[in-house]
């Protein structure tokens, strides 16, 4: 088959000059190909450029939202080099480049590569924002305390969350190991809508949780697989598109969004739709977050 796609997009989303400038934008993209510690399938360092090639092709206007919420100014960092670096250098590194965008005063929103990178971008937004809830929708718990023998893992991600004292509330999960299982028992500040619950409409989800300031993290396999196949580890039973898009309307309607992240695709061969679906996901965030308030 002919390949049609050839150019490497750098802005998200190919806005025209006034719409992707770096120091009047409201939101800053960075690209992270980070990928240390996948246990299954690997190819997650090809997801940020896969979503910003989508992106150039996606329409700008909002029909839900009747705009063009590029509009509100979207810068796209250069992507992260990671050359050279150990897993503790790299993320260090994502955090730095955090750091800049919230000196700025814009919100940073990091597309993976694998979800490890979530830790040190959550440790500078809470710098910043003392009273930061985390909101971690995902297919996994991620609550492990270290995995493969590394507490830098990505099944580690949300226990580092919990290790810096920061409230965590999990939507979506499907995939928890016993030791999560005997961990969640003993009382963490950790609340799991569970994805059961959620497809048989039994979930009530704790809002009230939330605190004025919200960091919402995506793995992409919290989408069900028929939707979103390319991510390193799929699990049945998963979220639909606007049932995630619903549940970040709501939370943009009850608290304000300070930095998000979208991780986990790993773009595979013969499934574009998947790199579409992370690419319009991105956009809706921005819309929703523009929109609402
Ligand atoms: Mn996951």
């Known amino acids: 088959m002919e390949q049609i796609h050839t150019t490497e997009t750098t802005q998200f989303g190919a806005p025209d000059a006034p719409f992707c400038n770096r120091e009047t934008a409201r939101f800053t993209i960075i690209p992270a190909p980070l990928e240390y510690s996948v246990c299954y399938m690997e190819g997650t360092r090809h997801g940020p450029q896969a979503i910003l090639n989508a992106s150039s092709q996606m329409e700008l206007y909002d029909e839900e939202l009747d705009c063009c919420p590029i509009e509100v100014g979207v810068y796209t960092h ?3 080099n990671y050359q050279g670096m150990d ?5 260090h590194h994502t955090g730095e480049a955090v750091r800049e965008v919230l000196e700025r005063h814009q919100i940073p929103l990091t597309l993976g590569g694998e ?3 979530s830790a040190p971008i959550i440790a500078e937004v809470y710098k910043k924002y003392p009273d930061l ?8 718990g991620d609550l492990r305390d270290e995995y493969e023998g590394t507490p830098l893992s990505h099944a580690s991600i949300e226990r580092r969350v919990v290790d810096m004292g920061i409230p965590l509330l999990e939507i979506g999960i499907r995939s928890f190991s016993p030791e999560e299982a005997a961990f969640l028992k003993t ?3 950790v609340a799991v809508v569970w994805a059961y619950k959620i497809a048989r409409g039994l979930a009530s989800i704790p809002w009230e949780r939330l605190s004025q ?5 995506i793995d992409l396999d919290a989408i069900d697989p028929s939707e979103m196949p390319a991510v390193g580890t799929p699990e049945p039973g998963g979220l639909s598109w606007y049932q995630v898009l619903d549940l970040f309307k709501e939370i943009c309607q009850r608290t304000t969004v300070v930095g998000m992240d979208v991780v986990e695709l790993c773009p595979m061969e013969g499934q574009t739709r998947a790199d579409f679906l992370a690419a319009k996901l991105v956009y809706k965030l921005i819309g929703y977050h523009s929109s609402i308030k």
């Not at 809830?133 to 996994?140: F, K, M, N, R, S």
């Not at 300031?213 to 993290?217: A, D, R, S």
């Open 78 to 80: 250069p992507v992260l």
């Open 87 to 91: 897993h503790a250098a790299a993320l």
């Open 115 to 117: 979800h490890s990178l």
């Open 133 to 140: 809830t985390v909101v971690h929708i995902d297919a996994h």
């Open 187 to 189: 009382g963490p500040n």
């Open 213 to 217: 300031h919200t960091y919402v993290t």
